[in-house]
């Protein structure tokens, strides 16, 4: 069903998320609407993602200046994604929203972030990860004081972007598990992983707001979630669970169905303390 959505995003009969902002990137109207995707969870729904928003995040770059400039459809554009989900969430009554986008500053990310009321850092434990704390705290930042800046000459009567997601924390992932314990390789990125995470998102964006960031460090920590193999592979074919697909063994199933249990709780428990 999905891949029927990805072959016939480009037509009138479109219903992925490029499908309804492609009006907005050929400046020929508004954002469309579309129908999110029923997965076969019960209350979960997906609006499809697309190779072709790559042409929506090439737009974002030049609707950005006009935001600076003042443009009217430099903020029409900017907020286009925002105004789809908005759309959808009232229209089916959705608690959460969760965007999942690619590790990267792009503009496509600004404009996600820009909208969240949340964010969450996913940390694969590897020396990658830990160097691009760095960047993502001051470039979020960074984006905060624009946005704040833009908004402060924005014309009257505009939808706007929030512009202030609040960190809930971070999530250590994709490590593997020798003995009950993550392997040693990969153990050893966890404390780094927390340092600078404090001291590099954390403070940063505290340097901005404080209300941005909680600066307890046991508040930091959301959850781990290591590498489950071919469950999650199977997890996407199937369109399940990772936790309800048929591959592994139950012991496995189970150890996933409790780590994901728990990181939904932990979040539930940060938002409602907000």
């Not at 006009?66 to 908005?86: H, P, Y």
């Not at 820009?114 to 160097?131: E, M, Q, T, W």
Request: contains cysteine.
């Amino acid at each position: 069903m999905v891949d029927d959505l990805l072959d016939n995003s480009d037509t009138a009969e479109g219903q992925t998320i490029w499908s309804a902002l492609k009006p907005i990137v050929e400046a020929s109207g508004d954002v469309g609407r579309i129908q999110p995707y029923e997965l076969a969870t019960q209350n979960l729904f997906l609006l499809p993602g697309d190779i072709r928003l790559s042409e929506f995040e090439v737009e974002l770059n030049s609707l950005w200046a006009d935001c600076i400039q003042r443009k009217v459809k430099g903020f029409r554009g900017t907020s286009a994604l925002s105004v789809l989900v908005s759309q959808v969430a009232a229209e089916f009554d959705i608690d959460f929203v969760f965007f999942d986008s690619g590790p990267n500053i792009g503009a496509l990310n600004r404009v996600v972030l820009l909208d969240c009321d949340y964010l969450i850092v996913p940390a694969a434990c590897d020396v990658f990860s830990v160097r691009a704390l760095k960047t993502l705290g001051n470039t979020l930042a960074t984006w905060i004081r624009d946005w704040h800046t833009i908004l402060a000459l924005a014309p009257d009567q505009l939808y706007r972007l929030p512009g202030r997601p609040v960190l809930l924390g971070y999530v250590p992932q994709r490590f593997r598990v020798y003995r009950g314990n993550p392997a040693s390789a990969q153990a050893r990125y966890f404390p780094q992983i927390e340092r600078h995470f404090k001291s590099d998102i954390v403070a940063v964006l505290r340097a901005v707001d404080p209300s941005l960031a909680d600066a307890s460090p046991v508040q930091l920590l959301l959850g781990v979630v290591k590498d489950f193999g071919v469950l999650a592979s199977h997890s996407q074919e199937q369109g399940v669970p990772i936790a309800d697909v048929d591959a592994g063994t139950p012991d496995q199933r189970e150890e996933a169905a409790k780590a994901f249990t728990g990181l939904a709780r932990k979040l539930i428990q940060r938002v409602d303390r907000k």
